[in-house]
């Protein structure tokens, strides 16, 4: 079936772009199965007469559509789609869509190669003109939860990626979201002109606070995090919301915990908590998003939206 694929070289849409859409196709519509093998990118792109980076780009963006995988010498593998892939409902709808579409142009007197790449250049123009917004965290559930609630509360799409497992060449992301914690680290990743890097700040649980103040109150709680950035963060705002006693921990050695009633450690450290509480009670920090964060985010979102569409305003002028 790969061998229906053709490319266009003077067409407005990337090549690897054009692959990415024709195979995406393809596997929606079962012309590739799960657990086919596609040819090498070096193969694919002797075939297409293009460079094999340009094939091995589309493979990549097929596999983070989760359609396909990379395994090892056996190639890669189509493992898409799965129907119970986030946005299932939304691709029957726009199926429908498309096939009436596809019809009426077909009625017109259009060829499939037109159609094709009609649909392909209107895709990637209504694509562009959307805002790319990612979140980036150090954790991965974390990631995803703050990306999640973030798209409900701003109403745009928001990718979550883990610092550490993504190339940041690779992203093309409008807006990147982050926390203080991680601010300097990811502005120093993203460097793309066009690229706005934007901290939030994320507030800790009531619960969490209630259980702070109630040892600190009589007692000494320790905070400990993987650099004291974040643990100096995370003690001012214990501390501006009026808990006092509060340190810094250099370690978790029984020397640093050594006078300490409560250890705050990150709440994705679930082993450490465990290993710590045979010594002393252990506190997950939780958090939740600050609500003029989530002010602020709408307005800038709000505001580069404005300046994508009136830059392309001007392109058509």
């Not at 609630?149 to 745009?156: I, N």
């Amino acid at each position: 079936m790969v061998d229906k694929i053709q490319v266009s070289l003077h067409s407005d849409v990337p090549i690897y772009r054009q692959i990415v859409t024709q195979m995406s196709f393809m596997i929606e519509t079962g012309d590739l199965e799960p657990g086919q093998a596609l040819p090498s990118a070096r193969l694919l792109a002797d075939n297409l007469h293009i460079n094999r980076n340009t094939v091995a780009r589309a493979y990549a963006d097929l596999s983070e559509l989760g359609l396909v995988e990379g395994r090892g010498r056996s190639g890669t593998i189509v493992v898409g789609p799965s129907l119970e892939r986030d946005g299932s409902l939304a691709r029957d709808q726009a199926r429908q869509v498309l096939e009436r579409a596809t019809r009426e142009c077909i009625e017109l007197g259009l060829s499939a190669a037109e159609i094709q790449s009609l649909v392909m250049s209107l895709a990637v123009r209504a694509e562009d003109d959307l805002l790319k917004v990612s979140f980036v965290e150090c954790n991965v559930d974390r990631a995803k939860y703050f990306a999640s609630e973030l798209e409900d509360k701003v109403g745009v799409k928001v990718k979550p990626l883990v610092l550490g497992t993504f190339e940041p060449e690779e992203e093309r992301a409008d807006l990147v979201l982050t926390t203080f914690f991680h601010l300097a680290e990811v502005r120093a990743l993203m460097r793309r002109p066009k690229t706005e890097v934007v901290a939030i700040v994320v507030a800790p649980h009531i619960q969490t606070l209630v259980q702070i103040a109630s040892v600190a109150k009589n007692g000494t709680v320790g905070i400990w995090y993987r650099t004291d950035d974040q643990a100096i963060t995370v003690r001012d705002s214990l501390r501006d919301s009026g808990i006092k006693n509060i340190e810094v921990l250099d370690g978790i050695e029984d020397s640093d915990i050594e006078g300490i009633d409560l250890v705050v450690i990150p709440d994705e450290m679930t082993g450490m908590k465990a290993q710590l509480e045979e010594k002393v009670k252990v506190i997950q920090f939780g958090n939740v998003l600050d609500a003029a964060s989530i002010r602020m985010v709408n307005d800038v979102v709000r505001d580069m939206q404005a300046a994508k569409r009136s830059d392309r305003s001007l392109l058509e002028v």
